[in-house]
Each structure stands twice: as structure tokens, then as C-alpha cells.
């Protein structure tokens, strides 16, 4: 405890006694200060206990007291301590009367007590208090330090959670909450995930605090990581501010949280090493190798059903594919499930991931929060949503996982033509194939397969564009063609005769029949 008043009145060698505000004796004293300024509050910080002579003052006029008491109370001063024997033989009574009023604490100090005494015994109260602060802290990084390694961040936010007699979380990259301390703190947690996000957009390392008298609790909140992107963040909740010891304590905390979070960069690069050695067996067709080199690293991943993402970024001033990689692995994390992530230089990733699991769910989810971006952006933003895009392959094993990256690269090429941040390759199979068409290099073979035709109508001389898109869409049944038309089938045939010697091809051969038809569907879907 910091030295109070009370403490100082109690010291048996000071002999204080108390004229006025006996009721505020027990208010922290920072420092002890001594000032005959008529007004010495330009130079005071709050907190102090005034030592006066009363010098320069006319301590007997109750209109100047009452102004020199105001302006001490309003400056912060704790206490007033008034030397008797030296210019008055006791406080005079307007000076008393007032203190008394403002409650202000009004120490007589003997002549035999110097003010020197008063300032070691604070010196020393405070020099004790920082002590002891210091020592708890140290005995707290030891039990945190204990409870890391033995329970891990559970352990760590319980034996917080105790030395700061509130509680703890922890969130992983996204916001999510990953553990809290005690249980019931988890609904607490959860209602502050939207300022963890705030907090990490900041830049590392960051703090905030949120809360106050008026609410539940007060909350810090601190960034967790060495990097340019947190790789998690701690709440700690508290009746009140946290004192010295308490302070300590939440700093090991956040040393040894970001030790057991923030993996070395030597390590990661391992981790990424093998991973990149990992993959290229999957995909050069050795699974067997591929297991090998992995050990236990990734689980059961490369025995089960995956999916591959494969997501490009030419952001320059952005990291949507970092941000990517943090959804997709604290996703896993939260489950349990094992994740391959391969970096393919700063515009490429390569992800493999358990089909069905929570990091493809994130990956969807994270696609599908930057096409809402996209979509309400204006055109000074755009570029901001832009900038990823994402293809997702069908479900494979080990076995096919050179066929899963290929699907994944057509998926991600589609994405981009289309605009989108995010295609599946189911969909591609699912869907249609116009969409595919609604590309430039498409739509120019199609206008120049068809041109000869398009020339040959525009001179009045036959309608054959329209007579080849009938006698295609009947599966080249004169009749029903003809009737589409309302012409007759001799006539049709003459016109498909036609078509042949301008294309200089035959309709009976089969490619030449699907050319023509899809550069008809490309030429509509471009008008």
C-alpha cells in the first residue's frame, strides 16, 4: 500500500495531529513538498502533501485563506501540513475554519518534527510500496511462467486472472475468443470481439481500454506478436485501474502469451520449408513421400478428404493473402483440424485444407466479406477490394491432389474474369458454360468466325446467321428448323449450302457444328 495520511498521522516518530478533515485520512500521499509561494500550484502535480510555514501568507485573514485553500483543492493537494513555532505559535483559526470547510486534512506539524522527517517517511513509505510491488510482480511472473509451461495459455489466463483479481481472455487472430478465465467470463469475452478488432487495425504493438465506472468492469485490451499483424490479443477485466503489482503481472502475461503465439522466424521458415517440400510430392504424384517428409506435422490431413485454395494478390500496400492465411489457420486451430499453408512468393497461396472443415468455412466467409467490400465500394475504392482472388478445388485425396491444384487454378482464373473474389470448382461443373465465354479472346474468335456471314446479310442476300442458329438449336432437323423460320426446307437447305461455302467448312463434321454454336452464344451474350 502507498503511504496515506493516516499512516504519516500514525508514524510514531512524526507526532502530527490532525486540525481538520479527519474524515480524508486515508487518500494516497505521492509526495511530500515543501512551498512558501503564496501560491505554490503552478508547481504542483495532485497528490502531494503541502509542507508550509505560512511565510508569505496572511494565514490569519479568513478572505485569503479561503482563496489559497480553493486553489489547493483544485490543484489535487491531499493534505496541508502547517509548522507551529516558527511564524505562529499555533494554526490560526480562519485557516483551520476554512480547511475544515473545502475538507481539506489539516496536519499541525511540532517544531521539533522537521519537515525532512515527513519527506524521508513518505520517501521511504513509497520507495517500500514499489518494493513490495515489485516483489509480487516477480513472484506472478514466476506462478505465470509455471502455469505456461505446465497448463499452457489456459493455465497462464487462470493464474492471471487470480493476481489481478478479475479475469482473462485470450483471442486468436480473427477476434475470436480462444479461452477465458474464470468460465464464467466468456460471455464478457465475447461482447468485446468488435473492439479487438478495432485494436488490431492499429499498428502493433497496441492498447486500449474500454469500460469504466459506469459499466461491468474496466477492461485492457493488448495486441499480442513481434509482426506487423497481431497474431492475438489479451482482455484483462478489473473492478479498478490496476496498481503496480497487478501491472507487472499483465505484462508477463503478454510475454509469455506472445512466446507461446508468435513462433520465431527461423521456425516459421522451417515450418514453411517442409510444407513447400510437402506439397510438391503431393502434386508431383508421391503421397507416400509426401507422409513421410510431413511425420506428424500435419495430422491426418494428407489421409482425408482436402480441398486446395489457391489465392493470388498483386496488392503492393495490402495483405489480403497474410489476412487470408490468418482466418484459414485460426480457423483450423479453433478446431483442432491440421492445415497446410504454402506461400508461392509475396502474389501467391497455396492452401490445403480438410474438406468440410472450419478453415474452408473461414475461407468462404472471408471471400465473402471482401465481395461485400466490392460491392459497396465506389470507383475511388475499388482497387481496395480488388485485389484477392480466390479458386477452391473439388474434394480429393493425396492421389489427386495434382488434378485438386489444377481444378483450384481454373476456379481462380474464373474468379478473375468474372470479377469475383471467389469461385468453387463445383460450380464451374454445376453451372453453365456461357459464363465461361464472357472473355475478350472468346468473343473475338467468335466475331471473326461469324463475320463472313454477318458481311454476307448485310448485303440483303439471305438471313444466314439466323438459319444457322435454328438449324443448330434442332439438332439439324429441316423441318423443324424450317417451321422456326417460316421458310421452307428446300430453302434452308440452300442456305446451309450457302454457309458452308462462305465458312469454306462442312456441317456434317461435328467440331465445326459446336464452334459455330458456342461463337453464337458468345456473340449474344455480347449484345
Not at 35 to 60: F, H, N, Q, R
Not at 211 to 230: A, I, K
Amino acid at each position: 500500500m502507498p503511504p496515506t495520511l493516516a499512516s504519516l498521522v500514525h508514524h510514531s516518530a512524526l507526532k502530527l495531529t490532525v486540525r481538520a478533515g479527519e474524515d480524508r485520512l486515508d487518500v494516497p500521499v505521492r509526495w511530500a513538498h515543501v512551498s512558501e509561494l503564496a501560491d505554490p500550484v503552478p508547481y504542483m502535480e495532485g497528490g502531494e502533501l503541502l509542507l508550509i510555514t505560512a511565510l508569505k501568507l496572511d494565514a490569519e485573514d479568513p478572505k485569503a485563506m479561503r482563496r489559497y485553500v480553493k486553489r489547493l483543492v483544485g490543484a489535487g493537494v491531499v493534505g496541508l501540513g502547517f509548522a507551529v513555532g516558527v511564524n505562529y505559535d499555533e494554526i490560526p483559526k480562519a485557516l483551520v475554519d476554512t480547511a475544515r470547510e473545502e475538507g481539506l486534512p489539516l496536519l499541525e506539524v511540532p517544531r521539533r518534527t522537521p519537515f525532512l522527517a515527513i519527506s524521508k517517511a513518505v520517501s521511504a513509505a513509497i520507495a517500500a510500496d514499489q518494493y513490495r510491488a515489485v516483489t509480487a510482480g516477480f513472484a506472478a511472473q514466476r506462478e505465470l511462467t509455471k502455469q505456461a509451461l505446465t497448463e499452457g495459455p489456459e493455465g497462464l489466463l487462470g493464474a492471471l486472472a487470480a493476481q489481478v483479481d478479475g479475469w482473462a481472455a485470450l483471442y486468436d487472430a480473427s477476434g475470436a475468443v480462444v479461452a477465458t478465465a474464470p468460465e464464467w467470463a466468456g460471455r464478457r469475452a465475447a461482447r468485446l470481439t468488435a473492439d479487438v478488432e478495432r485494436l488490431r487495425d492499429r499498428p502493433a504493438p497496441a492498447s486500449s481500454v474500454v469500460g469504466g465506472p459506469d459499466n461491468e468492469d474496466r477492461v485492457e485490451l493488448h495486441t499480442l506478436g513481434t509482426g506487423r499483424r497481431p497474431r492475438a490479443a489479451l482482455a484483462v477485466g478489473t473492478e479498478s485501474a490496476l496498481g503496480t503489482a497487478e501491472r507487472y503481472a499483465v505484462h508477463s502475461a503478454i510475454a509469455l502469451l506472445t512466446l507461446t503465439t508468435e513462433r520465431s522466424r527461423s521456425l516459421q521458415a522451417a515450418e514453411q520449408r517442409i510444407g513447400a517440400a510437402v506439397l510438391r510430392l503431393l502434386l508431383a504424384g508421391h503421397p507416400d513421400h509426401a507422409r513421410a517428409v510431413a511425420g506428424e506435422l500435419y495430422g491426418g490431413l494428407l489421409d482425408a478428404p482436402f480441398r486446395v485454395v489457391v489465392g493470388e494478390s498483386a496488392a503492393a500496400d495490402r495483405d489480403p493473402l497474410g489476412g487470408l492465411a490468418e482466418v484459414v489457420e485460426s480457423a483450423a486451430a479453433r478446431s483442432g483440424e491440421a492445415v497446410l499453408v504454402v506461400p508461392e512468393g509475396p502474389e501467391r497461396l497455396v492452401v490445403l485444407a480438410v474438406d468440410g472443415g472450419a478453415a474452408v468455412e473461414a475461407c468462404g466467409e472471408y471471400a465473402a466479406v471482401r465481395e461485400a467490400g466490392r460491392a459497396s465500394s465506389d470507383g475511388r475504392e475499388q482497387g481496395e477490394n480488388d485485389d484477392l482472388v480466390v479458386g477452391l478445388s473439388a474434394p480429393a485425396g493425396p492421389i489427386a491432389a495434382a488434378t485438386a491444384y489444377k481444378q483450384a487454378e481454373q476456379a481462380l482464373s474464373v474468379a478473375r474474369r468474372r470479377g469475383r473474389v471467389l469461385v468453387e470448382h463445383e460450380q464451374l461443373a454445376a453451372g453453365s458454360v456461357l459464363p465461361l465465354l464472357a472473355d475478350d479472346a472468346v468473343r473475338a474468335f467468335a466475331d471473326g468466325l461469324l463475320r463472313p456471314l454477318s458481311e454476307h446479310d448485310a448485303t440483303g442476300r439471305g438471313d444466314l446467321v439466323a438459319s444457322l442458329r435454328a438449324w443448330l438449336s434442332r439438332h439439324g432437323q429441316w423441318d423443324a428448323a424450317a417451321a422456326d423460320l417460316g421458310v421452307h426446307r428446300h430453302t434452308l437447305r440452300y442456305r446451309m449450302r450457302r454457309v458452308e461455302e462462305i465458312l469454306g467448312r462442312s456441317l456434317d463434321d461435328p467440331d465445326v457444328r459446336m464452334e459455330l454454336w458456342l461463337a453464337l452464344k458468345a456473340t449474344a451474350a455480347a449484345e
